[in-house]
């Protein structure tokens, strides 16, 4: 099997994602107090990439598990579930 | 607020996994009105895991489970190997009987909501719980947006993120040395291979974990496990770690793996078809709530802590169903005392310390604090394998085992320190 | 007078989902479940919203096979007082003449009805002539790709917009509107609309028995329409080329002669 990116993978999922995002990140305390990034690294679903040292964040290949929330050090996440059984659907888990 | 006021449950019961809904199924069967919200869109489509499960406690619980419960293969085979360069050392032990199944937990959930429902259960999904409803701080209900539904005791089973009783101020946040991150993917491929390629007889499941390189070297383990005609492979890594050390795409990890030779030989020709991520509490019991019950309260599963990760298995399923179960033999018989205080659910606390859950919790303390310990998957996987390598490719003289580990050791670590170790983790 | 409010949803396969086995190059279709046709959702919104201004009954209507009744137990999670599922093997197989005339004969037996309200489209097949046909059927008027709907003294003032216009009709009732994909962004679904749904048994199933239909009108044997043959597209495969300079100028300036010398396209 050939080398996959995270896109391709979460691709084979079922998704339902909602049209307002059930993640929110402050940008301004990304930028302000946070060095490590940490986000970037260990988001399973890769939902945090830098662009030009600046944290951005999608909220569509999310598949809630709550890493990022737990290894956030500056509170920058305001997290919640999706509601209406909206995000990702496993048919396997 | 608007409140529900139509329809009256005896017991609410947070999230449709394991071990909500064996709570369900075991008070609905006693005649209990009993209803299940779950935020997915069915039960089971937000929950993931490893792969095995242990079988007995649920056999106890669920009448015809080994007919009628959706399992994958029997566990005929465990390896436990490890990782460094590309290498494997690896202990495997074949039995004859087997104590444990795999299964895919998606399944497995929604085939427990199903016994619930049957057994006159309500299960509503597409529904997230965002508070417990208090009336003169006793729990009595739950609230949905702006909705109020009603009951004489909740039982919270909304796994690790628990972000309902985080509100409540019942457990402080969830703190990143208490979880550890897993990652899965589920490979399809056809029975035939997966047998042939791993030694195995038609029908027969294999449970293998990796340490050491199989995480690029971070505390934790690789998994392979053996569907009908898939594998899940993943990894779990313990996120204070991870935090301090990772210095690449933790996804990257297990596409890394998926390259090395040992696994790809495996996997070869595979699809996967599915990849998600989880959390799991991982500080044995540190992560539980000094009470697990309240007025009106009732907590179970991952929510409460309850899991037991030896590095060479995770057992969580079976906790949770468990502790479900134990929760609703607490509730029945405060329904038939008519009190649902602390004080009367204070008997699921009893039930849990007198049941296997907390005695194998508390037998394995010491696991997990070597669990963290770097060396265990830093330093051991390389010096084991170096001790077998100089075993096996011999060039002129043959050491002895000592010699060859000792050799291996140099400077590193010391020989009593390892060995005790080891004799600790799988003894 | 309050507003009867017939909305027509669909239960389609998920075919978001796109995994092929590399092998065999088929698509993997197991364990993918059905779907509401996503459009429809926003029919039911629109719906909803028409009901909660001017008062009223919605009633939602699908012609699937039974495992439909989880989507019609979301959409009265939403909102929906009423849900019929059409469901019989008869109905089975049916093109869009046989589904129109199916469900126009459904929503015959809903007399009196004001507004019909569909989804633009569907994912699984997109003919978009659903709404249209049944229109035609019972004889009412039609407006496609509606944003916004108003309901003043007994008129029906629909917006809809089009490429480069909005444009504001009137309608009287009955009406058949369908709804512009992604407008009226559909709400989340409501504790005690789910639980109405699963402890009162809303969810009404009618077989031919109920509708009597002539069997050489609908499913497989009223449909006129035969799909000789799925064609796959086959797959063009990528040259790979690779432009690896910094300049954006030089970039496109290279892309262009790529296309021109090695494509022969020709620029007029
Ligand atoms: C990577 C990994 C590997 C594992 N491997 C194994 C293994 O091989 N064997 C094993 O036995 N165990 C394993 N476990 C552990 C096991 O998965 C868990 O212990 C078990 O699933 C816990 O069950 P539960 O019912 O407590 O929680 P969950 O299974 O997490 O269920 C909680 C439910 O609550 C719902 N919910 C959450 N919040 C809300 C809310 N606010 N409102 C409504 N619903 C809500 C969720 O959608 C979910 O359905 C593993 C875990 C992980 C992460
Ligand atoms: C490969 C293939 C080719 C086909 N070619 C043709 C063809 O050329 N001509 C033809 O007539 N048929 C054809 N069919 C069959 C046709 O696609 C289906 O019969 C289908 O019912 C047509 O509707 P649609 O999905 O295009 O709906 P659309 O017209 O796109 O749907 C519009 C709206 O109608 C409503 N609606 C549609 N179906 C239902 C329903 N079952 N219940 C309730 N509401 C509904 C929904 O509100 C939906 O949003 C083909 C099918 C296949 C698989
Ligand atoms: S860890 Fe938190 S503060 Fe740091 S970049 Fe990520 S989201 Fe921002
Ligand atoms: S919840 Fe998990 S998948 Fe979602 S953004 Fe956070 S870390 Fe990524």
Redesign the interface.
């Given at each position: 099997m050939k080398k996959m990116k995270v896109d391709e993978v979460l691709n084979t999922n079922i998704w339902d994602v909602d049209s307002k995002p059930h993640i929110v990140v402050d940008y301004e305390k990304c930028r302000r107090l946070c060095n490590k990034k940490a986000c970037v690294y260990l988001c399973p679903a890769g939902c945090y990439t830098l662009t030009g040292g600046e944290i951005l964040f999608s909220y569509e290949g999310c598949v809630e598990c709550g890493t990022c929330r737990v290894i956030c050090p500056h509170e920058a996440i305001t997290w919640n579930y999706p509601l209406s059984g909206r995000g990702v659907q496993y048919r396997y888990g | 607020m608007?409140y529900?006021s139509n329809?009256k449950f005896d017991v609410i019961i947070v999230g449709a996994g394991p071990a909500g809904s064996t709570a369900a199924y075991t008070l609905a069967k006693n005649g209990l009105r009993v209803?299940v919200?779950e935020?997915?869109?069915?039960a089971?489509?937000?929950?993931?895991?490893g792969g095995r499960v242990y079988s007995k406690p649920l056999e106890e619980v669920y009448e015809n489970f080994r007919k009628e419960a959706p399992i994958e293969r029997w566990v005929k085979k465990e390896r436990f190997s490890f990782m460094s360069n590309g290498e494997l050392l690896t202990l495997e032990y074949s039995s004859t009987d087997s104590t444990s199944f795999t299964a895919?937990?998606?399944?497995l959930?929604s085939w427990m909501a199903q016994k619930a429902e049957e057994a006159g259960a309500?299960?509503?999904?597409?529904?997230?719980v965002d508070d417990l409803y208090l009336e003169d701080g006793v729990v009595k209900g739950v609230r949905?947006?702006d909705?109020v539904?009603r009951s004489n005791v909740v039982v919270d089973a909304e796994g690790?993120?628990r972000?309902i009783l985080e509100r409540f101020g019942m457990v402080p946040k969830?703190?990143?040395r208490q979880?550890a991150?897993g990652?899965k993917?589920?490979?399809?491929l056809d029975a035939s291979k997966i047998e042939g390629r791993l030694g195995l007889a038609a029908g027969e499941g294999l449970a293998w974990l990796i340490v050491g390189e199989a995480t690029g070297y971070l505390p934790g383990g690789s998994f392979l496990y053996t569907n009908s005609s898939?594998i899940?492979l993943g990894l779990v890594v313990f996120?204070e770690e991870?935090?301090q050390n990772?210095?690449?795409?933790?996804?990257n990890i297990l596409?890394d793996l998926?390259?090395k030779q040992s696994i790809?030989e495996v996997?070869?020709?595979?699809?996967?078809?599915?990849?998600?991520?989880?959390?799991t509490p991982e500080m044995g019991l540190g992560m539980s709530p000094k009470k697990m019950y309240g007025d009106g309260l009732l907590i179970v599963g991952d929510a409460a802590g309850l899991l037991l990760n030896l590095g060479y298995t995770i057992r969580g399923v079976d906790f949770a169903a468990y502790s479900g179960y134990l929760a609703a033999k607490t509730i029945l018989k405060a329904h038939s005392m008519g009190s649902y205080n602390s004080e009367s659910l204070s008997f699921y606390q009893k039930l849990l310390e007198e049941s296997f859950i907390m005695k194998e919790m508390k037998k394995h303390k010491k696991i997990t604090k070597l669990m963290r310990s770097n060396e265990m998957f830093t330093i051991y996987p390389g010096i084991l394998l170096d001790t077998v390598k100089k075993l096996f490719e011999i060039e002129y003289s043959s050491p002895t085992i000592l010699q060859a580990l000792r050799n291996s050791i140099k400077g590193k670590t010391s020989l009593l320190k390892l060995l005790w170790n080891i004799f600790r983790t799988f003894f | 007078m309050p507003l009867n409010i017939i909305v027509c949803i669909k239960w389609v396969p998920n075919t978001q989902i796109v995994n092929i086995d590399p092998n065999t190059g088929t698509l993997i279709r197991e364990g993918v479940p059905s779907i509401i046709n996503p459009h429809d959702l926003n029919a039911v919104e629109m719906a909803l919203r028409l009901k909660e201004k001017y008062g009223g009954v919605v009633t939602a209507v699908s012609m699937a096979p039974m495992s439909a009744k989880t989507g019609l137990e979301f959409v009265i999670g939403m909102g929906v007082d009423r849900a019929i599922l059409v469901s019989d093997r008869v109905f089975a197989g049916a093109d869009t003449l046989a589904t129109s005339y199916t469900l126009s004969k459904v929503i015959e037996k809903l007399r009196p009805f004001d507004i019909l309200i569909f989804g633009q489209e569907t994912i699984d097949s997109s003919t978009a002539h659903i709404g249209a046909q049944t229109a035609s059927w019972l004889r009412v008027p039609y407006l496609y790709y509606v944003v916004d709907v108003e309901y003043i003294n007994g008129v029906v003032r629909a917006t809809r917009r089009l490429e480069k216009k909005i444009e504001v009709y009137e309608l009287p009732t009955p009406c058949l509107l369908a709804v512009a994909m992604k407008s009226n962004e559909p709400r989340p679904v409501k504790l005690s609309h789910k639980l109405r749904a699963k402890m009162e048994n809303v969810i009404e199933v009618w077989t031919n028995n109920e509708v009597g239909l002539k069997r050489e009108c609908i499913g497989l044997r009223g449909s006129p329409t035969v799909v000789e043959k799925c064609i796959v597209t086959p797959s063009v495969p990528r040259k790979k080329q690779r432009f690896d300079g910094q300049d954006v100028r030089e970039a496109v300036k290279w892309l262009v002669d790529r296309l021109i010398e090695d494509e022969g396209l020709k620029i007029i």
């Open positions: - | 608007s529900l329809t209803v919200l935020r997915g869109r069915t089971g489509s937000k929950t993931l895991y895919y937990l998606s399944r959930a309500v299960i509503v999904t597409d529904i997230r949905c947006g909705e539904l690790v993120n972000l969830l703190e990143k979880v991150l990652l993917q589920v490979i399809r898939t899940s996120l991870a935090y990772i210095n690449q795409h933790v996804f596409e998926k390259q790809k996997i070869a020709d595979g699809v996967v078809i599915e990849y998600g991520a989880h959390l | -």
